[in-house]
């Protein structure tokens, strides 16, 4: 019998895998450049006017773009085969970059990645990307991506009038979270429909108690090398989110109405609709907040937003960074080509940075943020982390199939009233099998 889901995946990558008319080019031509990308909604409004605002192509290599959105299947554009395969990929999992076989990606132009087109490898103020990125996207010794948007995802979003004094009490940690809950109000809303959202949460949590764990982790993804979960701290970093995920009056609606939040919703759910006091969210959360506090004729001074606790006063606080970048497909053409050139270029993404906003730009030199005052104490810090996310690391493994699906079912079991402890065992037992199906 065929799933449902089969039914809806083969739905969404019909455009990739069988083709569709294509279109004319200003310069008269029928082809088109083809890019797939994983944003819906404002995000890919956002995309289309930067498209739109892109200077002319260089000569000979205008071209129609035609936009194919993926949402979290954009990784299966990489290994689309017909003709109507996207030239160019968005790719948030940027794990992949690094595993992919030997010719099934274009190399980009060194040029993109340096102020004078040379290899600087040692010299990373001649980078226009910083060395993390370098470190992530040059696998074999060349440039095989080129950042294009990039997230902080160490942040905390909170309504400044559920705490007293207007801001969350010095020193909190997030072993201190469940004991915080308000009477008639929930503490964290958690957008658990969004898989990416745990893990996010799990990445922080992680990264605060054991950074040399997040390191292992992360390490053995880049080099393709199997990932050790069967260990006692693996045991007690699910626990402690099962523990905090199944605590009474921390989630509004308790666990069954988290998981049918998507992202925007649990953010609407602080501010919006005051269900609870606070959403860990990525800087990507800006836009959204700005439109709830309108909608709810909120003022702006009411938003307190801070970098993610450590989990506990003698951890350090997490900076885990995240970002989509651009790939080429072996089969990209020179238009293709030139579009990525004209994508990196310092100001092309400018107006999504100005509307609807919540764009850091990774290009060394450019302005984080347009000037929203609630980030301004943040902005000069957005695009410095430590780590970058580990389940886009982990590519598919760390995706809805992988990683966060064991995050999901962890929350389920919590909230079913299992143990957390027991329920860790379970997603202990879940990420082994991963490992094993991804192999």
């Known amino acids: 019998m065929v799933s449902r889901r089969t039914i809806l995946r083969a739905g969404v990558l019909a455009p990739v895998l069988t083709g569709c008319a294509s279109r004319v ?62 030239e160019i990929v968005m790719l948030p999992t940027v794990g992949e970059v690094r595993s992919q076989p030997i010719g099934r990606l274009k190399s980009v132009p060194v040029s993109l990645w340096s102020t004078d087109g040379q290899n600087h490898v040692d010299d990373d103020e001649r980078l226009n990307y ?85 390191r292992i982790l992360q390490d053995a993804s880049w080099a393709g090398d199997p990932r050790n979960w069967d260990t006692e701290l693996m045991k007690d970093i699910f626990t402690r989110l099962g523990s905090l995920w199944g605590a009474p009056g921390v989630l509004p609606g308790g666990v069954g109405r988290a998981l049918t939040l998507q992202f925007p919703d649990a953010v609407r759910a602080v501010f919006e609709h005051r269900k609870a006091a606070m959403v860990a969210a990525p800087d990507f959360a800006a836009p959204i907040v700005r439109s709830a506090m309108a909608r709810a004729r909120r003022p702006e001074h009411e938003v307190g937003v801070t970098w993610f606790p450590a989990v506990a006063p003698d951890k350090a606080a997490p900076r ?25 270029a310092p100001n092309a993404t400018a ?81 082994v099998a991963v490992e094993k199906s991804f192999r």
């Open 320 to 344: 885990i960074g995240g970002g989509d970048v651009m790939v080429m497909t072996a089969n990209a053409s020179t238009a293709a080509v030139d579009l990525v050139t004209r994508l990196s």
């Open 351 to 431: 107006s999504w940075v100005e509307n609807p906003g919540g764009f850091l730009v990774p290009r060394r030199g450019s302005e984080p943020l347009p000037d929203w005052p609630i980030l301004t104490d943040l902005a000069p810090d957005l695009n410095k982390w430590d780590a970058f996310g580990l389940a886009d690391m982990m590519g598919p493994a760390g995706r809805r199939n992988g990683l966060w699906q064991v995050l999901t079912d962890l929350l389920k079991d919590v909230g079913t009233g299992r143990h957390p402890e027991e329920a860790a065992h379970r997603a202990v037992d879940g990420m």
């Open 130 to 214: 910083t060395r993390p990125w370098r470190k992530l996207l040059w696998p074999r010794g060349e440039p095989h991506a080129v950042p294009f948007k990039s997230a902080a995802k160490s942040l905390l979003w909170y309504d400044r009038t559920a705490f007293a004094g207007g801001a969350l009490p010095p020193g909190w940690t997030v072993a201190d979270w469940s004991a915080r809950v308000a009477p008639g109000r929930a503490l964290l809303a958690l957008g658990a429909a969004d898989g990416w959202v745990l893990a996010d949460m799990f990445e922080n949590v992680l990264d605060s108690w054991s950074p040399e764990e997040y």
């Open 25 to 86: 080019s200003s310069s008269g031509g029928s082809t088109a450049v083809r890019i797939a990308v994983p944003w819906s909604g404002d995000e890919l409004r956002a995309f289309r006017k930067v498209l739109d605002g892109l200077p002319r192509a260089a000569p000979g290599a205008d071209a129609a773009i035609e936009v194919v959105p993926l949402g979290d299947e954009i990784d299966t554009a990489l290994s689309a085969r017909r003709s109507s395969a996207p």
